[in-house]
DNA sequence: CGTCCCGTTGAGGCGGTTCAAAGTGCGTGG
DNA sequence: CCACGCACTTTGAACCGCCTCAACGGGACG
């Protein structure tokens, strides 16, 4: 009955971006549930599960980084997020999933049947209403993320999209202002509506302008963090 | 302490748009509620209210149609839903609203109280669960526009806008194939992520290739509903 | 050492934006 | 009732940012 209603996917953020001051991530009643449930690793490149899969269970990233996405006909891709250790995936979808989770390198991650979390929230509503937070989480992202797509240019996509790798590092407790790309120069032009090249291209001008530094294609530093806010937030001068 | 979670409004669809055979829109736990409420009309332009201001109440649509929609600083506009009659506006944003709500013409609005929704869905884990589902679907509608802002063309989105206006007109027991725009084309243009000039330039091209009918500017007639399909889902070939 | 995958760089074309102006519908006041 | 103003839409012309196509470079792996 719930598996009917369901229509998303959801890669959503027990993580809480954006909430001020938030580093102990799992609401409470949900944070319970998530102790829970059977350890699985995939490889890079591997799926957890596939758009039209039945979904049967949510994952807590524990380990490694997913890339969730959903495909056209025709071969176009839209990336919709990528998943930290902590975030959860997977929820919103009780029929079948309506993306696919890919783990981008090795990848650990928990899985919790969603028969059980559903039968709680059922009774207990703390759990229901957690889960309502949760996805309303996901659903602000999301508008973000369309916002950042729909009105802003290469520069401005590229910018807004290290600033967030950069905070959600900083909520995992590593380096804000130097880390590790979990993902392919594919995975962030599917992601940022833009193409390959095009990816390529302004990150060789961000790093000639000094805002950043590439030591290594995947190895982002952060240079400049106050230009890169700049430039993520209005367009130009 | 719910109120500091929620970060999103949520112009959702009790609506279920592409919910199969869907056409008693409000589930039951939430029906309920939704009876209840204080009736308010807005005219042409008015706002229900705006990005900051305090979310007290979530709307139903009753008569006329809304238009929800966030600002960037430099004056750039994102669209994110047109909320029909039937459809539920704001929720998701306890704190404050982060998103405007603005009526496009004379509308009918119920407000219910958020105070007692959550009050009860504390309690009573169906209406939580509910809530759920209907945020869910509405990150689902938000995935779509992304996808369709992200990857597809002018002529793409647009077709795929003027049918998903089809089908909500159709769901409300109105003609799928002659309606009336309820948005201006600088509504649509910063739904669809394109300017006015070409969402108007891309609405003659579909009416010289004899794909939709446009007497007057704001009344759509679909002539050709096949090949918009096609174009909406497809590129080009 | 060759192959494959991924990232980078270059040249050229095109779709959508920008800037500008004319057209259309509608309410308001003379 | 008509004239006017205003908001919205349409159309045109020129420009530009991103895409497309193509080639090259570098690291991993057999």
């Given at each position: 009955m719930?598996?009917?209603a ?6 959503y ?10 580093r102990a ?6 944070a319970?549930r ?11 490149k591997?799926h ?17 980084h997913?890339c969730?996405y959903?495909m056209l ?7 919709i997020?990528f ?8 929820l919103g ?5 309506k ?12 899985g ?7 039968q709680i929230?059922r009774?207990?509503g ?6 309502y937070e949760?996805?309303?989480?996901e659903?602000q ?7 950042t797509?729909?009105?802003?240019n290469a520069?401005?996509r ?28 594919s995975d962030?032009?599917?992601f940022?509506g833009?193409t390959i090249?095009?990816v ?10 000094r ?9 982002v530093?952060?240079?400049?963090h106050e230009?890169l806010a700049r ?7």
């Open positions: 719930l598996a009917t369901f229509t998303a996917d959801t890669a953020a027990v993580r809480g971006e954006d909430r001020p001051n938030n991530p799992a609401p409470d009643a949900l319970q998530l102790a829970d449930g059977t350890v699985r690793t995939f490889e890079g591997e957890i599960y596939r758009e039209g899969d039945v979904a049967a269970h949510v994952y807590v990233v524990e380990v490694g997913v969730i959903k006909p025709d071969g176009r891709r839209q990336v997020d998943a930290y250790p902590g975030d959860l995936v997977g979808a009780m029929g079948e999933h993306c696919s989770a890919q783990a981008t390198s090795r990848t650990r991650v928990r919790i049947p969603l028969a059980s979390l559903h929230a009774t207990d703390r759990l229901g209403v957690k889960l949760a996805v309303s989480r659903l992202a999301t508008r973000e993320l369309l916002f797509v729909s009105q802003r520069m401005e590229v910018a807004a999209f290290l600033l967030a790798i950069s905070r959600r590092c900083e909520r995992n407790g590593e380096d804000p202002l130097e880390f590790v790309l979990p993902m392919t120069r962030i032009a599917d940022l833009l090249e095009t390529s291209r302004t990150f060789t001008r961000l790093r000639v302008d805002l950043i530094d590439l030591s290594q294609s995947v190895l530093t952060i240079v400049d230009a430039l993520a937030e209005s367009k130009g001068h």
